[in-house]
């Protein structure tokens, strides 16, 4: 499969280059190097460096300057292959006609690794060092040994001629080198970057899964519990009934329904014992206790005020008839927003606020802003994930928002009966 290739960073998006763009740009890049090393190399010296600062008695032929220009040109432009015929070349070039192009090039790629292929950063050191002693020691000579320098100056000739290699080290060698190890290092950074987000991105995304699959493990346990129940009391009433009845046909059809009822009692105990195998992987005991409803609402408020959370709760409206299923459900949001109030904003004042519809139940709560600052806690920010799951699952739905005051908002509407299909 074809990888996308990653934007430059700082431009909008309606500056990036395009994939054909960044195509063509990658082909024609060894060849704007290569021609560009063979058009700079004609402007040296022309000269050995130890005739740096003297000339020659006569020039040197052209075949041999267009000979190294040329294959100058060539080694820059196969740099994307191996670094070291230009390495070779660039010396040699500098020896004989102190050509500078190639050197430079070569320092830059010496320190940045090959493109697309970074080397280890001591395989460069050696470059760097012969480059240097090849540059600076025969400028030092020429220069000692020439007029540029005289025996009345700071330091001496000596020192002179050890400047002056030293600066032509530097200019052609030292700074493209450093800038070079530079980009390495830049690339390392945004590499490691790029990894971690990726890496951040895929544990997010496990844990959010991992949080929707032990909620719908949750939901699957209580219903197992609450259809459970229902079917075992229809299967009771049918034995009965087959007993106490002294017509026929009814015993007959009350004996169907007792049969057909065990054996979907037990298809249920198979189909959501899956379920449950994971939690009891590690040989704990599951939790078997009664799933709790609105009924326990108030132990669960008086719980928080017990922990120092000022919590009040507001009822509106007339109690309708709501199933047990969507009462759990309610009691689960109030309990996970206490939570998160308890976590990110410590003592702030609470309301808990049940608002009675006849088609359903709205459970609103809001918390004051923080009345003084709260240490941050580690949070995977997966409760609430696991929440709309569980409320999604019940057909309703779940709101979260900051407020202008600082404070936070958690909003759900839960219908009085469970849907008749399962949302997707």
Known sequence: MEQSVAGVPGLPSWLQPSSWL?????????FALGGTV????LATPQRPPVFMFEGLPGEPPWALTVLMMLVAG????LIRRSRWPLFVVSLVSWLALSMMAALFVASY????????HPQAPGRAWPYFFVATALVGLPVGWSAVHSDLLYEGMTGGVIFGGAMTGSFWVGMTVGLPFLFGLWVRARRQVLEQLRDRAERLEREQ?????RARSDERRRIAREMHDVVAHRVALMVLHAGALEVSTADPRTAEEAGLIRTTGR??????REVLGMLRAPDTADGTVPDLTPQPTLADLDRLL???????????RVDRGQLPEVSLSAQRTAYRVVQEALTNVAKHAGAAPTTVTLHHEPDGLIVAIENAPPP?????????GLGLVGLAERVALAGGTVHARPRLDGGFTLHARIPAEPPATVPA
């Open 22 to 30: 960044r195509r063509v740009g990658h082909w024609l890049y060894p």
């Open 38 to 41: 063979t058009i700079f190399s």
């Open 74 to 77: 060539l080694s820059a432009a």
């Open 109 to 116: 790629y010496a320190g940045a690794g090959r493109p697309g």
């Open 205 to 209: 995304h496990e844990r959010a899964e």
């Open 263 to 268: 054996e979907a009692m037990q298809e249920l």
């Open 302 to 312: 008086d719980a928080s005020r017990a922990a120092g959370l000022p919590v009040r």
């Open 372 to 380: 003084r600052p709260v240490p941050p806690v580690p949070d995977s």
